[in-house]
């Protein structure tokens, strides 16, 4: 399978168009599930996958194949996905602060509570904690998190000393935390 | 055993990233820190509730058609490109910029319309294929400059002098709006060229939205192609 990944990135180099359609095919879901998670919707997302790989095809003869061609477009997808969120950062940040809905607390196993009801709560919580982590705190969250890179391969990929790596992921735990622990603590 | 484990410690922990004998014989013995390590377990195994759409069974053929429409064709403009280098390139489209003004001077002369207008025609093409490519390069050096902490200076210098024909061929061809465009790249580009790469930059990247310009300019001039030839 790496093979024919190296032989289709060295045909797609040349111009090759169905060359480049191979390694569209195999990335594509994942950099559209690597999208959805840092910018938070689909239209986004879709956004990234297109951004991504016309990015990737223009700057293809500068992939050196030091690191493997999913890191490489990931790191591709997740600058462009930063780019996103700042720019929308910048034209929200006029707009008065939506502030987390008042969640009562409810626990998931006290007798006629739906868990649905608290599953939704807990979903709610967190999709306002991820929107309130700043960029950076988001992307290396969600690389370590939903996407199993290691703290290396953050750094790598955004551009992080390993030391504001783990201080991005440890932020976004804490807020995480904050935000969910109200809404958890009865379920214990 | 005395030291209890810190917060941060569980987390890398969690993720099996902490030095594990650091870790793993105290949580053995300390049911302080294994409470601790539970409640935090219960909050990141909850952020797994956060789920992604699973596109269907079309979408990597449907991601390539739209892919496919926007790609750089590998057609004569790529190919030349390739051979000629930027210079001679710029050069050539400098060029098609002459003789597109030649072609506007010949419609008020006496000579047979044909040959001007198809060589006309030809050297707009060039011309817009070549700005379309310039601006989508643009918009990746730019990005890079923005996000990236080693900025690739050679390649702005090269764009910046690149952009001074581009402008000039543009303006010569009459168009204005292209002209204009390159204009403003042009500044931002000249102010880039002669300083390092700094946070305060980075930021005027990203506030002037010109990576969007680009990539706005860039999708106008392609359509303009699709149209027009
Ligand atoms: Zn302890």
Redesign the pocket.
Known sequence: MQETEAAAIARARTGDGEAFRLLVEKHSRSVFRLGFRLTGNQHDAEDVVQETFLRAYRMLDRYDGRASFHTWIYRIASNYSLDLLRGRKRMEQRKDEDQLPVVETVAADEPGVDRLVYSTQVRERLTAAMEDLSEQERAAFVLRHYEGLSIDQIGETLGLADSATKNSIFRAVQKLRRALEPVMGAAR | MN???TEQQLILHYYGEAREEDVAP??EG?E??RG?YRALQRVLNAADALTVPEPGAQFEAAVWRRLEASLPKPALAERLRGWLGWQQWAAATAMAGMLVVAFYAGRHSQQPELEPMRQGAVASRMLLSAVGNHFDRSQMILAELANEPEAPMDEVRDLLDANRLYRASAGQAGELAIAETLDELERLLVEVAHQTPNEELRQRILDQGIILKMRLAGAQVREREKIEY
Do not use: G
């Open positions: 030291q209890h484990v105290h949580l300390c302080a820190c601790q």
